[in-house]
């Protein structure tokens, strides 16, 4: 387990739940297409945190944010989650972590988050959502709303029952070409079960307020609505930017899309504007995916945009 910050953002405190550490990713499978020699290059100008030294292999995480204001326990994102289904992606099949426990290690048990906010729906950030008991998905956090874009929803729901009704919703939503579709199963074990139980509120993706301080920022290609969210407290600002990025190398490169994003045409605009905006805004900003600290900030010049982990 990787040991963890706690951050001040106005009134309120954000701090890291590891879930876990991909400590050998491939740059050629992150970054498929991409030249090996343009990855080496790149990488040569990225820390020992974020880069393997002697293998050349780069560094990831998966964790939630914990978000606690004067008013609330906020998670936003919920990583994968114990017991899920993914034989698609072996690193995120059948977990069997203490998520759960490093969250309470921080004083929070599950029934004290009252808000859980999700950038976008795939795998790895819906996971927690959820928690299997007596062979039935549950929710892991039973007094929480849980807020996400309706437009996920819909997409996740229409792939789900595989009537053809999915297409609609990608060409409204204009955003090219799809690459592949999101890992099959998580609308049935980590979105469905919220929404049946009451504790889920579907919202539009156009920067309204959507809680205190909370607006979701329209930033689409990984995923087909997935969302930046923003936080704002005493004039202080915060962007949980989710899966724009997985990894620093893609600040020097937002050319560049990971494997997982879906829309492979609108994905790198997003990326620009995130980082623009981190850096117009002087926004902390917390990654997904990044590792060492997971957070940092972003400064701009000219055309060229630098990270700055804190």
């Known amino acids: 387990?990787?040991?963890?910050?706690?951050?001040?953002?106005?009134?309120?405190?954000?701090?890291?739940?590891?879930?876990?550490?991909?400590?050998a990713v491939e740059g050629a499978f992150l970054f498929p297409g991409i030249d090996p020699d343009s990855i080496a290059r790149e990488r040569s100008t990225i820390g020992p945190g974020s880069v393997?030294?002697?293998?050349?292999?780069?560094?990831?995480?998966?964790?939630?944010?914990l978000v606690r204001t004067p008013e609330r326990v906020v998670l936003i994102d919920t990583a994968t989650g114990n017991?899920?289904?993914?034989?698609?992606?072996a690193v995120l099949h059948r977990l069997n972590e203490p998520f759960l426990d490093?969250?309470?290690?921080?004083?929070?048990?599950?029934?004290?988050?009252?808000?859980?906010?999700?950038?976008h729906l795939h795998a790895d950030h819906v996971?927690?959502?959820?928690?299997?008991?007596?062979?039935?998905?549950?929710?892991?956090?039973?007094?929480?709303?849980h807020l996400f874009s309706g437009r996920e929803h819909a997409y996740l729901a229409a792939l789900s029952a595989g009537d053809g009704s999915d297409a609609a919703i990608r060409n409204a939503a204009r955003l090219g070409p799809?690459?592949?579709?999101?890992?099959?199963?998580?609308?049935?074990?980590?979105?469905?079960?919220?929404?049946?139980?009451?504790?889920a509120r579907q919202v539009v993706v156009d920067g309204s307020e959507v809680a205190d301080g909370f607006r979701f920022l329209p930033s689409p290609g990984h995923s087909i609505d997935h969302a930046c969210i923003s936080f704002t407290s005493r004039g202080e600002r915060a962007l949980f930017w989710g899966d724009v990025?997985?990894?620093?190398?893609?600040?020097?490169?937002?050319d560049w899309n990971s494997v997982y994003c879906e829309f492979p045409e609108a994905a790198p605009t997003s990326r620009r504007w995130a980082?623009?905006?981190a850096a117009e805004t002087g926004s902390l900003v917390f990654t997904t995916h990044f590792a060492e600290s997971s957070a940092g900030r972003i400064s701009r010049d000219g055309d060229r945009f630098a990270w700055h982990f804190v």
């Open 83 to 89: 017991d899920k289904e993914r034989p698609g992606a």
């Open 127 to 145: 996971g927690w959502n959820t928690r299997l008991a007596n062979g039935r998905w549950v929710p892991a956090f039973p007094n929480a709303l």
């Open 178 to 199: 799809m690459l592949h579709p999101p890992l099959p199963g998580v609308y049935e074990d980590s979105v469905r079960p919220i929404v049946e139980a009451g504790l």
């Open 245 to 254: 990025m997985h990894h620093p190398l893609q600040v020097a490169r937002p």
């Open 102 to 119: 490093r969250l309470r290690a921080e004083g929070v048990g599950p029934a004290d988050v009252d808000l859980v906010l999700m950038t």
């Open 1 to 23: 387990m990787q040991d963890s910050t706690t951050y001040r953002v106005g009134d309120a405190t954000v701090t890291r739940i590891f879930e876990i550490g991909l400590d």
């Open 52 to 65: 393997d030294p002697r293998t050349g292999a780069l560094r990831l995480s998966i964790h939630s944010w």
């Open 275 to 277: 980082m623009n905006h």
